[in-house]
């Protein structure tokens, strides 16, 4: 092992926490203005995919579970 793997799942770390950031913050905006989950999932897809940050299919199942979290608060 020289340790090249780890440095793959760092930056796959990395790219999953902004991920989640960018995807929250929008779900917050989003919810606690009009209370719209779906709206807010979608909102955050079009977000994700604008930034490249994730492929389309994840962009979907990571923006309703934040959705979702974001919703519960």
């Known amino acids: ?3 090249s793997c780890k440095e793959g799942k760092d930056k796959k770390k990395e790219k999953v926490s902004k991920l989640k950031k960018v ?3 929008v779900a917050k905006k989003y919810i ?5 989950r779906k709206k807010a999932v979608k909102k955050i897809v079009k977000k994700l995919k604008k930034e490249e940050i994730t492929k389309p299919k994840k962009a979907k199942k990571v923006a309703k579970k934040v959705a979702k979290k974001v ?3």
């Open 1 to 3: 092992m020289d340790g």
């Open 71 to 73: 919703a519960k608060k």
């Open 23 to 25: 995807a929250k913050k």
């Open 32 to 36: 606690e203005e009009k209370e719209d």
